[in-house]
């Protein structure tokens, strides 16, 4: 298996316009993790699924965010609109089994809102 | 609240020197631990992990950590680092809440 891709790997976009970002989990993996990674506030959890079910969205920081799994081997997360201070790298992550089995991390998109 | 802690922002060593990250916990029961590295512009990799049993756990890379309970400590350590160690080093725990919290990274920089 390749790992989990992330697709871009790169955006940069300006503020107001809506942002997607996707991931390709591993195959077989079972559970999927949006995280955001910032000088400021670290590795912070947006959200994660299971079997394509978003389980906890508490993460998300505001409305503007919202995250899609429509089969298991898809998942995005958009940001509309966007704002400068969701600069920041974005990665997904998958596991399987359960959520305390090793997580694979993508490569991560980095994000540069203007 | 639950939380990780890695006191040290930043830490310097020499190539061949030993090194010890810390990591601290706070949690009302064990929680799982991990170690994980990144390397610049790329993705977390895991080192370690603890659940249950021995303390002392190896990883990859010449890795190990130790799991102290009395101190709520899950220090990773190596004895001997090499160039290719600098990266950033997180840990993190995971807990009956279904959480998975990570700490805020130590940037490792190995001099020659």
């Known amino acids: 298996d390749a790992g989990v891709i992330q697709s871009p790997r790169h955006e940069v976009t300006e503020m107001g316009q809506e942002v997607t970002l996707r991931c390709k989990p591993i195959?077989?993996?079972?559970?999927l993790f949006w995280y955001r990674q910032t000088m400021m506030r670290g590795l912070e959890l947006l959200i994660y699924?299971?079997?394509?079910?978003?389980?906890?969205d508490s993460g998300m920081p505001e409305d503007r965010f919202s995250a899609k799994m429509p089969n298991a081997s898809f998942s995005n997360l958009k940001i509309q609109p966007s704002e400068p201070r969701d600069s920041a790298v974005y990665f997904c992550?998958?596991?399987?089994?359960?959520?305390?089995?090793?997580?694979?991390f993508g490569q991560g998109t980095r994000l540069t809102v203007v | 609240a639950q939380s990780v802690t890695q006191p040290d922002i930043h830490i310097t060593v020499s190539e061949g020197a030993s090194l010890e990250l810390r990591c601290n916990y706070s949690?009302?029961?064990?929680?799982?631990l991990f170690w994980y590295v990144q390397s610049p512009g790329q993705g977390l990799q895991l080192l370690l992990k603890?659940?249950?049993?021995?303390?002392l756990v190896q990883g990859i890379k010449g890795f190990e950590a130790e799991f102290k309970r009395s101190q709520s400590s899950f220090n990773l350590r190596k004895p001997s680092v090499h160039w290719s160690d600098a990266a950033e080093y997180f840990c993190?725990?995971?807990?009956?809440?279904?959480?998975?919290?990570f700490g805020t990274g130590t940037s490792l920089t190995v001099i020659p």
């Open positions: 993190a725990a995971f807990s009956t809440g279904n959480q998975f919290y």
């Open positions: 699924f299971n079997n394509n079910v978003p389980i906890d």
């Open positions: 949690y009302g029961a064990t929680p799982y």
């Open positions: 603890y659940f249950s049993g021995d303390t």
């Open positions: 992550a998958s596991s399987q089994y359960s959520l305390y089995t090793e997580a694979f």
């Open positions: 195959s077989g993996h079972d559970y």
